[in-house]
């Protein structure tokens, strides 16, 4: 049996909110969604224990009642949670009346049988309304239909952690649908994989998020210290959020990514701490976190209130940040370090907030501020920075009272809705921290008295500008033209990065100015003639002879994996390779190639996962499965959009080439089609224009004038049909002549009708005829698209024939092959988006200095000769000019 990919459970998660979705908007059914993925997940793993409790028993000789007796101990389940038979998905399975009662009490039950869920279930109300109405039974019916299709022991996943990656995807998806909302509980993950980088968490640590939210920032905590060889299993992860629902979140995230440990609290982090050790506050060694944006707070009955030794905020006006900031450093161990998010707002305001900033300052706490790029956050656009710390003392002696200031306010990749950190924004921000040192226009390490000197002020631009030069303008270039040596001199480090001397599109003009090359007539020659460049070319060629010798070298890392298990040592090896031996082609800065790496890695890291469980094949099965259960669901690609899918191409070339031919026989039926129905080949048709706008349909017309002219002859007809009928007919002329009278009058009626009938009959032929290539085209275009609809049916039975019939081997081959395609993809992408660069610099210099001052008051005389020529031919006299 095929195992359960990511992407088939995250099409199938998806497709379980679209249930529910329009009914209510995602920050409302979100939780509907979880309660019933857990109570599922619960349910499959307690049937699952339940009958291997069984087979263990009648094994040792127990009768099946017996067994069973025992099975329902709840003493046997003590390392995973006993799920009651209100709560058992085969119960819930055929519930069709007051569904919502039945699946309120299921999650009642299973947090009444396990401590450790207090609280966790019993909020969600399936029965709750939404506006006037609760969600009907059919909903609910279909939703545990849906829930139904897929069993979640772990067994049956392709890898470990498939579930919590899964549930992570989800909350991602309702975080993007909810907008504002969306906020109160995630962090975008490259927001928490930077800070996670920040602070370097280590095995055997306490980590605390005090605003947890749905927990990202402490699972991504842990993934850190697998990645760097740490054993995380002995890591301790505390959180706390004030929101029922989000804790409820988190409380699942942790628990389905294998964490059932984790300490998460629900309740007031300022107000009430509720992490304590031996009645004082608990102390962690790396503190993480993104706290609510410009709340109020109340000092009224607040624990713990020394934690605020530099000073209370006022506790209206949205001010309540750096009473955040004081709680993480109040809980700091002696070599504890923090990093959280805070508005820019908290850097530079006066009164009371810059006395804490004072006091933070002096007691040398403060050790980085980090500003991050505009509208990264879901549902606010204050601008945002992170602000890393460290408990007294704790400061490395080489940064003491000194603190660093790094602008990465451009750092970003721009998206649609938001705008997002990529691993090569990454890897630089997380280096300049790293290296403590001054950067020109990015980072500053500002000591503590000329904080002092500036009062305090910790406005990111005051120390670290990056705000770009003015641009350079030659007037001597613009008056006779040229372009300055001096403004290509100024771009020599990203020129010849890419391999582009100033001969490939400049000739010498002087010692001071370049010409662009004469053969350049336009602007759009620049992009070819760069492209073309000898030296271009040679540094790009010698870019991919680069990444193909480390591919060859280093292939053997993935090849092994299914044996040596070594996941997170081979992504080690590999990002530190990758940028060892690619930086040297100097195209790329290695924060550009670490993040070509680390976006590969972080793209394809489940599919390695699976490999490391399943083995070559069995990727393969799971990215077939994949492929046909998003068909299936119709929540993945269209049939049409897998042409493009690697492993499509790979295994069905022929099938392709078939679907294609089909395609483009329908597509020139359909145009035939259209063409015919304009009147194409009709003069004079296609230029008909209803008064509408609308071009009439050929052959509408044509079937609308046969139908008429039909109609006009029906009665005609029928009485002729009668007058000729047989003697035994009623009115005909043979009937009347066996009476033996007179039928003259009915012959001549009959001439006469023919007489009509005929030219109307032949005009019917005529049309007839002219649509008869029409209907030639419809039959051929029916049978055209049933051949399509043929051959796409046959889609997943040709894939999966083409699988059975791949060897391990080739297996293996498929997947290496495809994996170097989409990191060379990656590199050309970045190769390509650094050429454009250099194409725009140039393209700059044309807008600038192609067309002098002089060639355009050249132009202007021009035009005013012609302007007056004009006007004397007109009969006016040319105005005088001074």
Request: charge should be negative.
């Amino acid at each position: 049996m095929r195992k359960l990919t990511l992407a088939k459970l995250e099409n199938h998660l998806f497709a379980a909110a679209d249930i529910l979705r329009g009914k209510m908007d995602a920050s409302e059914f979100k939780e509907y969604i979880f309660g019933m993925l857990f109570l599922k997940r619960c349910s499959d793993v307690f049937e699952e224990q339940y009958e291997r409790i069984i087979k263990t028993k009648v094994a040792k000789g127990r009768s099946g009642a017996e067994a069973r007796q025992r099975a329902v101990d709840r003493t046997r389940y003590a390392g995973s949670f006993y799920v009651p038979e209100a709560a058992r998905w085969e119960t819930l399975k055929h519930a069709h009346r007051n569904i919502g009662d039945e699946l309120n009490k299921a999650l009642f039950a299973l947090e009444q049988e396990n401590r450790t869920l207090d609280g966790v279930l019993a909020h969600i109300d399936f029965n709750r309304k939404v506006g006037k109405t609760r969600i009907p039974d059919q909903k609910l019916r279909d939703l545990i239909n849906h829930f139904n299709k897929y069993r979640l022991r772990n067994d049956d996943f392709e890898f470990p952690d498939l579930l919590g990656a899964a549930y992570e995807y989800l909350i991602a998806e309702f975080a993007d649908s909810a907008g504002k909302k969306g906020g109160e509980f995630y962090t975008p993950r490259d927001v928490v994989r930077l800070m996670v980088r920040l602070i370097k968490p280590q095995e055997g640590m306490r980590i605390y998020d005090p605003c947890v939210g749905s927990g990202g920032m402490l699972i991504l905590s842990k993934q850190h210290v697998e990645e760097h060889g740490g054993n995380a299993t002995n890591l301790r992860l505390y959180g706390q959020d004030n929101n029922g629902g989000v804790w409820s979140m988190c409380m699942m995230n942790m628990i389905l990514h294998g964490i059932p440990d984790a300490n998460i609290q629900n309740d007031d982090t300022l107000w009430n701490p509720l992490h304590l050790d031996g009645g004082e506050l608990m102390r962690f060694d790396r503190v993480i976190t993104n706290p609510p944006f410009s709340q109020n707070y109340s000092r009224d009955g607040m624990k713990f209130p020394e934690r605020f030794r530099y000073g209370f905020c006022p506790e209206t006006g949205k001010k309540a940040d750096l009473m955040f900031l004081q709680h993480m450093l109040a809980v700091l161990r002696t070599n504890g370090m923090m990093a959280t998010v805070m508005p820019h707002g908290v850097l530079f305001r006066g009164s009371i907030e810059k006395e804490i900033r004072r006091g933070i300052i002096e007691d040398d706490l403060l050790e980085a501020v980090i500003g991050l790029p505009p509208n990264l956050f879901y549902g606010t656009g204050i601008p945002a920075c992170i602000l890393v710390c460290r408990a007294k003392g704790a400061k490395p002696d080489e940064r003491k009272n000194r603190v660093l200031f790094i602008n990465a306010d451009a750092e970003y990749h721009a998206g649609r809705a938001q705008n997002y950190l990529r691993p090569e924004h990454i890897e630089k921000i997380a280096s300049a921290f790293e290296s403590f040192d001054n950067i020109p226009g990015y980072a500053a390490v500002v000591a503590r008295e000329d904080l002092k000197s500036n009062d305090w002020n910790l406005n990111i631009r005051r120390y670290a500008d990056n705000a770009p030069p003015p641009e350079p303008h030659d007037v001597r270039a613009h008056l006779i033209g040229g372009v300055p040596k001096s403004e290509v001199e100024a771009k020599n480090d990203l020129l010849s990065a890419h391999g582009l001397r100033p001969e490939t599109v400049f000739v010498e003009r002087d010692a001071d100015y370049y010409d662009f090359d004469p053969a350049m007539k336009t602007r759009g020659e620049i992009k070819g003639r760069i492209e073309n460049g000898k030296g271009v070319q040679a540094k790009e060629k010698k870019i991919k002879h680069d990444f193909e010798e480390w591919w060859q070298k280093h292939q053997g890392y993935l090849v092994e994996l299914p044996n040596s298990r070594r996941l997170m040592e081979v992504r080690s090896d590999l990002l530190d390779a990758f940028v060892a031996e690619i930086t040297p082609a100097g195209l790329l800065d290695r924060f550009k190639v670490a993040g070509v790496i680390a976006t590969w890695w972080n793209e394809n890291q489940y599919d390695l996962k699976a490999l490391v469980a399943q083995g070559f094949g069995g990727l393969v099965d799971g990215w077939v499965e994949t492929i046909a259960a998003g068909l299936e669901e119709n929540t993945g690609n269209h049939l049409d959009e897998l042409a493009d899918d690697p492993l499509v191409l790979r295994l069905l070339p022929d099938y392709l080439a078939e679907l294609e031919q089909a395609r483009q026989k329908v597509m020139s039926l359909e145009q035939e089609k259209e063409a015919f129905e304009a009147g194409e080949n009709e003069d004079g048709s296609e230029n008909d224009i209803t008064e509408e706008g609308e071009r009439p349909n050929y052959a509408k017309e044509l079937k609308d004038q046969i139908r008429e002219l039909k109609h006009s002859i029906k009665e005609p007809q029928k009485l002729i049909k009668t007058l000729t009928g047989s003697s035994k007919k009623a009115g005909s002329i043979a009937f009347h002549k066996a009476k033996g009278e007179d039928t003259k009058t009915l012959v001549a009626q009959v001439k006469e009708l023919e007489a009509k009938v005929e030219p109307v009959e032949a005009k019917i032929i005529e049309l007839e005829m002219k649509l008869k290539p029409y209907e030639e085209i419809l039959e051929k275009l029916k049978a055209a698209k049933k051949q399509l609809r043929d051959l796409q049916r046959k889609f997943v039975k040709r894939l999966n024939e083409a699988r059975e019939a791949l060897s391990q081997e080739e297996c293996r081959e498929l997947v290496l092959d495809i994996l170097r395609e989409k990191l060379e993809g990656h590199l050309g992408a970045y190769v390509s988006a650094h050429r454009q660069v250099v194409i725009a610099a140039v393209e700059n210099w044309w807008e600038k200095y192609r067309v002098t001052m002089i060639e355009i008051e050249s132009e202007l005389r021009k035009v005013r000769k012609q302007m007056e020529k004009q006007m004397e031919e007109l009969g006016f006299a040319p105005s005088c000019t001074s």
